[in-house]
């Protein structure tokens, strides 16, 4: 009778935990290891939360600085990645706090404003865009669309569905409950997908009328 062998990986311990060791014991040399890491993805984060460059670079720089400052308040009950984009997605909010003059952006003011607008039956899409856009011009496309989300159902888009953070970490991140995150992913998909299908039905008419002349 064939044993049962261990699951590979079962009980090892997370790198991140090491490096975190590390840092703490004086090795600064294994904080530009987490950095050199993670500087891709928070940088894309903050970038899809602010919709601006120089922005998203200073977020991921603050971002960086406020965890190796706070470096003693993490617990490791989560991944150091997850604790680090919780922080970077604070910073990139108060950015556009600062950028709108004071009216607050949370991440429930969405919920309350976009709650009715939410369509319950999104056309498909005629003719399929993947027929007619290069792959280009449709990340073009796609990127400019996730720019018209409103920020709550962006964040939850980006870390879920662009990040490929699991529920459970987009709610640890944002401090949402697993429901609030399932709920707003949904949203955030379905506003996408009609955004999406407007912006292909202006284009296939404004094709259409261009070519009558």
Request: aromatic fraction near 8%; proline fraction near 4%; glycine fraction near 6%.
């Amino acid at each position: 009778m064939a044993t049962i062998q261990p699951i590979a990986g079962e009980n090892e311990q997370h790198p991140d935990v090491a490096l975190v060791a590390r840092v703490r014991g004086g090795d600064v040399a294994a904080y530009d290891e987490l950095v050199r890491k993670y500087e891709r993805q928070v940088f894309r984060i903050a970038q899809h939360i602010t919709q601006n460059r120089e922005d998203a670079e200073d977020v991921m720089q603050d971002a960086f600085l406020k965890a190796y400052e706070k470096l003693d308040q993490f617990q490791g009950n989560s991944k150091f990645y997850t604790w680090l984009v919780r922080i970077a997605v604070n910073e990139s909010l108060m950015r556009l706090r600062k950028r709108r003059t004071g009216k607050l952006v949370s991440l429930d003011e969405d919920v309350e404003t976009e709650e009715g607008s939410v369509p319950r039956d999104v056309a498909d899409w005629d003719p399929n865009p993947e027929q007619q856009y290069s792959q280009a011009e449709l990340a073009e496309i796609l990127r400019k669309t996730i720019q018209g989300l409103p920020p709550g159902f962006r964040v939850v888009f980006t870390l879920r569905d662009v990040e490929g953070l699991s529920t459970e970490e987009t709610a640890e991140t944002l401090g949402l409950s697993i429901p609030a995150v399932k709920s707003r992913l949904l949203r955030a998909r379905l506003q996408l997908r009609e955004r999406l299908t407007r912006y292909f039905r202006r284009r296939k008419a404004s094709k259409k009328v261009g070519g009558s002349k």
